[in-house]
């Protein structure tokens, strides 16, 4: 698998990022994913996505259509653990 972002990774700067916690209102979970939106010097805003636990480790960009293909695949339920694996 190629990284189609490769050309603007380096050229994002993280260190401002404001992340936000992806967990249920009200809720406060040990581990969960942050999100970013970083604005890249060519125009676009990226998402950028990481493990809150690991902040110093892999990081996710993401095209503004990827992202909201990805938002849009959540709401639909897309990522949803089957219902015995929900439960666990």
Do not use: N, Q
Not at 2 to 12: C, F, M, P, V, W
Not at 63 to 84: H, I, M, N, Q, Y
Request: aromatic share 8%; charged share 30%.
């Amino acid at each position: 698998m190629s990284d189609d972002k490769a050309h603007i990774r380096h050229h994002l700067d993280l260190s401002k990022a404001e992340w936000v916690r992806a967990e249920p209102e009200g809720v406060t979970l040990e581990e969960v994913v942050e999100y970013a939106h970083i604005p890249h010097t060519d125009g676009v805003t990226y998402t950028a996505m990481r493990k809150s636990t690991d902040p110093e480790g892999v990081v996710l960009v993401f095209t503004p259509s990827e992202w909201d293909a990805f938002l849009k695949g959540v709401r639909d339920g897309e990522f949803d653990l089957p219902g015995d694996l929900a439960e666990a």
